[in-house]
C-alpha cells in the first residue's frame, strides 16, 4: 500500500518528537517531548488497526510512564538546561553501526500491509481468525489469543508485573510495604 | 529508493528509532534521559511488530462465527505487544527507582558525577 | 532560567543516608545547566481548575477502565488496557490532590490484597482446566459446565489481569511519589511510611 496522509503526518510527529525529546538536554523538556511522542505512537496503533494497543499505549506512555518519569524528578533533582546533547564517536558509531544493520534488512521485508505477506496469509495468523470466535465464543481475537491460546505466557507476563512490584518494594527499600 | 519509502516506510520509522533510542542511551549523561531512550527504542520494535500485523484492508479482528466478516489485521503481534507494554511500563518504573536509590546513597543521577564519586572513596 | 537559581551547597545533604558529603551534585554540574535539589521544590501545589476538572471526570475514566475492563471479549479491550485506564483515575487524582492524602486512604493491605487476588483469580481459573479437561487453562473445556463457560471464564482471567495490573501499577505510582517527604526526615523514627 502507498503511504496515506495520516499515517505520514503521524509518523513525522513521531520522529520529530523523539528527535527533541533525544536531543533536549533539558530533561523535564524531554520528558515532555516523550510525552507527546508516546500519544503520536498511540495514534499511529490507531491507524494501523490495533485499538487494544492503541488503548495501552494512551494510558501507559502517554499517561503513566511521564508521571513516573516526573515524580522521579520530584525526589531526586532536576536538570535546567538551554543547551542541546551534542555528538561524541562512541555515540555517533553505535548509532551508525545499528542503522546500518538494522537497515540493511529492510529492503528484504515485506511492504507494509501487503496480504501475501507471512504474517498475514500464514497459517497461524488465519487459525486463530477462522476458529477463535468457534473455539473461545469470544468476538475479540486479541483477547482470545492472550488468554486462550497463549494463557501460559499472558500468566507469565502477569508474574514480570508482579515481580515489579516485589522489585520496586525492595529498590526503595520498602519491604515492610503492608 | 522511493519505493522504500513509500511502501516500507514504517519500517524506516523502526530504524531511525531504534538509533535515536540508542543515541539517547550512550550520549546522554543523565540517568533518567537514559531511561526515556530505551523508551524510545523500545517503542521502536513495537512499531516494527504492529506494522508487519497491518493489512491493507483490514479491519480491527473483531470477528464473527467462523472468521467472517474480513480480511482482518493480524491478531497475534498485537497480543505480543500488548503484554509488552505493560512489562515495560514495570521495567521503567524499576529503573526509575533504581536511579532514586542511586540519588540516595550517591546525591547525583548523573553518570560522570557518579564515576568522580565512586573514584572518590 | 534565573528564577530557579537557588543556594545549593549542603541543603541536600540531611537527607541522605550516608556518604557523599563532599560531591555538591546538586550545584553548577559543568555544563552551564543549573541543577535544583528536591528538598526546595514543593512535591504539591494545589490548583483549584485541576481539582475542579479531576473531580469531574474521575468518575467517568474509573468507569471507562471497568468498561474495557469488563467487555474485553466483545469489543476492544482487556485486562490490561482496563487495568491502566483504572490505574490512570488514581494517579489523576494524586496529580490533583497531593499524593501522600490519596496514598493514606489507600492503604497499602488492600493493594496488596487487589494483587493477590488477581493472581489468584488467574490461577485458580488456569488450575481449574485439571478438574474440567487435562490440561492448564483448557478454557474450552468450561464449556461442558454452563452455556458460554469458556467465554466467561477467559473474561474472569482479563479481569484477575486488570486488578493486577491496575494495582501493581497504582502502588508504583505511590512507592515512587511517597516518598518524598520522607527523604529529608532525617530521624528514622519519625518516618511514617514504614508502617503505614
Known amino acids: 500500500m502507498s503511504l496515506s496522509v495520516p499515517v505520514a503526518v503521524v509518523l513525522l510527529f513521531m520522529l520529530g518528537s523523539a528527535l527533541a525529546a533525544a536531543v533536549i538536554r533539558d530533561v523535564v523538556g524531554s520528558i515532555v517531548a516523550f510525552a507527546g511522542y508516546s500519544f503520536g505512537v498511540a495514534v499511529l496503533w490507531a491507524l494501523l488497526r490495533a485499538p487494544d494497543v492503541a488503548l495501552t499505549e494512551a494510558a501507559v506512555g502517554a499517561g503513566i510512564t511521564t508521571v513516573l518519569f516526573l515524580l522521579t524528578l ?3 533533582t532536576v536538570t535546567r538546561s538551554d543547551r542541546f ?3 561524541s564517536l562512541r555515540s555517533g558509531l553505535a548509532v551508525v553501526a545499528i542503522v546500518v544493520t538494522v ?6 521485508l515485506p511492504a507494509v500491509g501487503d496480504p501475501s505477506a507471512p504474517i498475514l496469509a500464514g497459517d497461524v495468523s488465519q487459525y486463530y481468525l477462522t476458529n477463535a470466535y468457534d473455539q473461545t465464543g469470544v468476538t475479540n481475537v486479541v483477547t482470545a489469543v492472550l488468554v486462550g491460546y497463549r494463557g501460559f505466557d499472558t500468566l507469565g507476563e502477569v508474574a514480570v508485573v508482579f515481580a515489579a512490584g516485589i522489585a520496586m518494594l525492595l529498590v526503595l527499600r520498602r519491604e515492610a510495604f503492608v | 529508493m522511493i519505493e522504500l519509502l513509500t511502501t516500507k516506510y514504517t519500517y524506516l520509522v523502526v530504524v531511525a528509532l531504534l538509533g535515536i533510542g540508542a543515541y539517547v542511551m550512550i550520549e546522554s549523561d543523565n540517568f533518567v534521559k537514559k ?10 520494535i513495537f512499531v516494527f511488530f504492529i506494522s508487519s500485523a497491518f493489512h491493507t484492508a483490514g479491519r480491527s479482528p473483531v470477528v464473527q462465527s ?3 466478516g474480513g480480511p482482518f489485521v493480524s491478531p497475534l503481534p498485537q497480543v505480543l505487544i500488548l503484554t509488552a507494554i505493560v512489562v515495560g511500563v514495570s521495567l521503567t518504573a524499576v529503573a526509575l527507582g533504581l536511579v532514586v536509590r542511586i540519588y540516595e546513597r550517591y546525591g547525583t543521577i548523573n553518570e560522570r558525577t557518579l564515576e568522580e564519586v565512586r573514584a572518590d572513596e | 532560567m534565573s528564577d530557579r537559581d537557588s543556594p545549593t551547597d549542603a541543603t541536600a545533604d540531611s537527607g541522605r543516608p550516608d556518604g557523599a558529603d563532599e560531591s555538591q551534585p546538586d550545584a553548577v554540574d559543568g555544563e552551564g545547566s543549573v541543577s535544583r535539589p528536591a528538598d526546595e521544590r514543593p512535591p504539591y501545589v494545589e490548583s483549584t481548575i485541576i481539582m475542579t476538572t479531576v473531580r469531574v471526570i474521575a468518575p467517568f475514566v474509573l468507569t471507562l477502565g471497568l468498561f474495557v475492563m469488563f467487555h474485553g471479549a466483545s469489543s476492544a479491550g482487556g485486562g490490561f488496557q482496563g487495568g491502566v485506564i483504572a490505574a490512570t483515575t488514581v494517579v489523576m487524582l494524586g496529580f490533583a490532590f497531593g499524593i501522600e492524602p490519596i496514598a493514606s ?4 493491605e488492600h493493594l496488596a490484597l487487589l494483587v493477590l487476588s488477581g493472581v489468584g483469580t488467574f490461577l485458580v481459573v488456569g488450575l481449574g482446566g485439571y478438574l474440567v479437561g487435562d490440561n492448564f487453562l483448557q478454557v474450552s473445556e468450561y464449556e461442558t459446565l454452563f452455556h458460554h463457560g469458556s467465554k466467561y471464564s477467559i473474561e474472569l482471567v482479563e479481569v484477575g489481569i486488570g486488578v493486577v495490573v491496575s494495582g501493581v501499577i497504582t502502588s508504583l505510582f505511590f512507592l515512587l511519589g511517597t516518598g518524598i517527604d520522607a527523604a529529608d526526615a532525617a530521624d528514622p523514627d519519625t518516618d511514617s511510611e514504614e508502617d503505614r
Open chain 2, 66 to 68: 467462523g472468521g467472517g
Open chain 1, 74 to 76: 520530584a525526589r531526586t
Open chain 1, 103 to 108: 537497515g540493511a534488512t529492510v529492503p528484504a
Open chain 1, 85 to 87: 546533547e551534542g555528538i
Open chain 2, 35 to 44: 531511561i526515556i531512550g530505551m523508551n524510545v527504542f523500545q517503542t521502536g
Open chain 3, 105 to 108: 486512604r489507600l492503604r497499602n
